[in-house]
């Protein structure tokens, strides 16, 4: 669990109050009660989070911003600052902040997460490492241990244990004593960011998982799909890179994988590794400069020190191969999508071809284009749908072609969260809750499409498809397999 501790229980306790740890705790209570304030977390390297948890760093903070430090974890604090606009300016941006109206607040906020209801929660008000999100998923699968189930499905390439989240309704004591279930559900499966730096998708990972558990009739809860889904939830795909990106470089891509021995660079693109689709090992891919469908001048050769390296053949990461043959042992698997960021698009195949179209597109179109619609419902956000390759470049390798192509699922789709490149990776803490829940609508909406239960889809189709598809798809491509 996280360590706790306040600035005041260091050594020499606050140099500049020369009082005792228990009188400034109650400085600090007298503060809290007095007034409102907030705790802001900040993700740091190690050297930096000595240099804070020092004494000198807390007279630092008490001195300047009145502030005190009231946690700190592995790769991060926690500030409790009485004025709310108040902060630190460090290279790193917040990694969230939770509002302190009472004591009592702080007190709930050090004994752990409130996980019995989804909107009166914090944990969705911050970032978390990766020890916390541990932490969360062991606590939903105590408290939800009829719902939840927790599989290792292998190791990373630093050794990490790999976590999918089985989510499951009348059947999974069942599959505990070893019996199968007559009762046939379609599999619906969710990734996290296999892009380390891609916060936001490993956060609404986890907001979705909580949506799936709590009672029906919350806001943005999903449990009630859990009568005609068995979901599968792996937030963190990439457990290296992700905490890569917490403790040394906070935009770090790839995962943390040993290439050579003579080589000069770490880590492969987990999204370029897969054989299904048309993997390549000398793929055109980005610049840093961007390429486009539109744009392939902005196209480099890969290269071990590439962002985009796919590394020497398909499914050389250990973490892609792990998912791979997870895919492989769930039955009647009917969905996929990949949380990534940023853009605000649902893609559908293909990555590896702009011509190539596949066979079931009009249905993975005419779902996507009703899910863009469920997202724009909440908070107005508005998402663009096409093919992965027209929406943003033109890749082989990708998990989406895998996933339809490969694994057979029907309905695949690559999801690029918020925003369009305003905060791009660094999309600020307090737009979690909101990504959390238009993406919970677009869930909610590809499974009633997918198992036939809205009302407004069933038996026709939306208006104006014919023409989106010939729009999106062009009209001279051909039909593939």
């Not at 700190?72 to 969230?96: C, I, T």
């Not at 630093?158 to 199968?180: C, F, H, N, V, Y």
């Not at 596949?358 to 619609?373: I, R």
């Given at each position: 669990?996280?360590?706790?501790?306040?600035?005041?229980?260091?050594?020499?306790?606050?140099?500049?109050?020369?009082?005792?740890?228990?009188?400034?705790?109650?400085?600090?209570?007298?503060?809290?009660?007095?007034?409102?304030?907030?705790?802001?977390?900040?993700?740091?390297?190690?050297?930096?989070?000595?240099?804070?948890?020092?004494?000198?760093?807390?007279?630092?903070?008490?001195?300047?911003?009145d502030a005190y430090l009231w946690s700190v974890?592995?790769?991060?604090?926690?500030?409790?600052?009485?004025?709310?606009?108040?902060?630190?300016?460090?290279?790193?941006?917040?990694?969230?902040?939770?509002?302190?109206?009472?004591?009592?607040?702080?007190?709930?906020?050090?004994?752990?997460?409130?996980?019995?209801?989804?909107?009166?929660?914090?944990?969705?008000?911050?970032?978390?490492?990766?020890?916390?999100?541990?932490?969360?998923?062991?606590?939903?699968?105590?408290?939800?241990?009829?719902?939840?189930?927790?599989?290792?499905?292998?190791?990373?390439?630093?050794?990490?244990?790999?976590?999918?989240?089985?989510?499951?309704?009348?059947?999974?004591?069942?599959?505990?004593?070893?019996?199968?279930?007559?009762?046939?559900?379609?599999?619906?499966?969710?990734?996290?960011?296999?892009?380390?730096?891609?916060?936001?998708?490993?956060?609404?990972?986890?907001?979705?998982?909580?949506?799936?558990?709590?009672?029906?009739?919350?806001?943005?809860?999903?449990?009630?799909?859990?009568?005609?889904?068995?979901?599968?939830?792996?937030?963190?795909?990439?457990?290296?890179?992700?905490?890569?990106?917490?403790?040394?470089?906070?935009?770090?891509y790839k995962n943390r994988q040993n290439i050579?021995?003579?080589?000069?660079?770490?880590?492969?693109?987990?999204?370029?590794?897969?054989?299904?689709?048309?993997?390549?090992?000398?793929?055109?891919?980005?610049?840093?400069?961007?390429?486009?469908?539109?744009?392939?001048?902005?196209?480099?050769?890969?290269?071990?020190?590439?962002?985009?390296?796919?590394?020497?053949?398909?499914?050389?990461?250990?973490?892609?191969?792990?998912?791979?043959?997870?895919?492989?042992?769930?039955?009647?698997?009917?969905?996929?999508?990949?949380?990534?960021?940023?853009?605000?698009?649902?893609?559908?195949?293909?990555?590896?071809?702009?011509?190539?179209?596949?066979?079931?597109?009009?249905?993975?179109?005419?779902?996507?284009?009703?899910?863009?619609?469920?997202?724009?419902?909440?908070?107005?956000?508005?998402?663009?749908?096409?093919?992965?390759?027209?929406?943003?470049?033109?890749?082989?390798?990708?998990?989406?072609?895998?996933?339809?192509?490969?694994?057979?699922?029907?309905?695949?789709?690559?999801?690029?969260?918020?925003d369009t490149g305003t905060y791009g990776f660094?999309?600020?803490?307090?737009?979690?809750?909101?990504?959390?829940?238009?993406?919970?609508?677009?869930?909610?909406?590809?499974?009633?499409?997918?198992?036939?239960?809205?009302?407004?889809?069933?038996?026709?189709?939306?208006?104006?498809?014919?023409?989106?598809?010939?729009?999106?798809?062009?009209?001279?491509?051909?039909?593939?397999?």
């Amino acid at each position: 669990m996280l360590q706790r501790w306040l600035t005041f229980v260091s050594c020499a306790g606050l140099a500049y109050s020369q009082i005792s740890s228990t009188n400034a705790q109650e400085a600090l209570e007298s503060r809290a009660r007095a007034a409102y304030g907030v705790l802001k977390r900040y993700a740091l390297s190690q050297p930096e989070l000595r240099g804070w948890t020092a004494p000198e760093g807390g007279l630092y903070l008490a001195e300047n911003f009145d502030a005190y430090l009231w946690s700190v974890g592995q790769s991060h604090m926690d500030v409790y600052f009485q004025e709310p606009e108040r902060g630190l300016d460090l290279p790193s941006p917040e990694a969230g902040s939770v509002p302190i109206q009472r004591f009592e607040d702080l007190s709930l906020y050090a004994r752990g997460w409130n996980l019995s209801t989804l909107a009166n929660s914090t944990y969705h008000s911050v970032y978390h490492p990766l020890y916390e999100i541990e932490d969360f998923m062991q606590d939903l699968a105590n408290t939800y241990s009829h719902v939840v189930e927790l599989i290792n499905i292998g190791h990373s390439a630093e050794g990490r244990e790999m976590t999918a989240i089985r989510l499951s309704r009348g059947d999974l004591e069942l599959r505990k004593q070893g019996k199968s279930s007559s009762t046939k559900k379609t599999g619906f499966v969710i990734t996290g960011a296999q892009h380390a730096r891609e916060w936001i998708a490993t956060s609404t990972a986890l907001y979705l998982t909580h949506a799936l558990v709590v009672d029906e009739n919350e806001d943005f809860a999903l449990s009630s799909w859990l009568d005609y889904f068995d979901f599968y939830v792996i937030p963190v795909p990439n457990p290296d890179g992700y905490v890569h990106t917490w403790e040394n470089d906070r935009f770090w891509y790839k995962n943390r994988q040993n290439i050579g021995p003579d080589e000069k660079c770490t880590g492969i693109d987990m999204n370029r590794l897969v054989e299904g689709h048309k993997w390549k090992s000398k793929s055109r891919l980005p610049s840093l400069g961007g390429a486009s469908v539109n744009n392939p001048a902005g196209a480099v050769d890969a290269d071990p020190c590439s962002p985009w390296y796919p590394g020497h053949r398909p499914f050389e990461a250990p973490e892609v191969n792990n998912i791979a043959n997870f895919i492989t042992t769930l039955p009647s698997l009917k969905a996929y999508v990949d949380l990534r960021s940023y853009g605000q698009m649902v893609s559908t195949p293909f990555s590896y071809s702009c011509k190539k179209v596949p066979k079931d597109a009009e249905d993975q179109l005419e779902a996507a284009l009703g899910a863009v619609h469920a997202i724009k419902q909440v908070h107005g956000t508005p998402f663009t749908t096409g093919s992965l390759c027209r929406q943003l470049y033109k890749a082989s390798g990708n998990v989406v072609d895998y996933m339809y192509a490969k694994a057979g699922i029907k309905y695949s789709y690559s999801v690029h969260l918020r925003d369009t490149g305003t905060y791009g990776f660094s999309l600020p803490a307090e737009w979690i809750r909101p990504v959390g829940e238009e993406t919970a609508s677009m869930i909610h909406f590809l499974a009633g499409f997918i198992s036939g239960r809205n009302k407004k889809n069933k038996k026709r189709k939306l208006p104006g498809i014919p023409l989106s598809f010939r729009m999106i798809y062009g009209l001279t491509h051909t039909r593939t397999a």
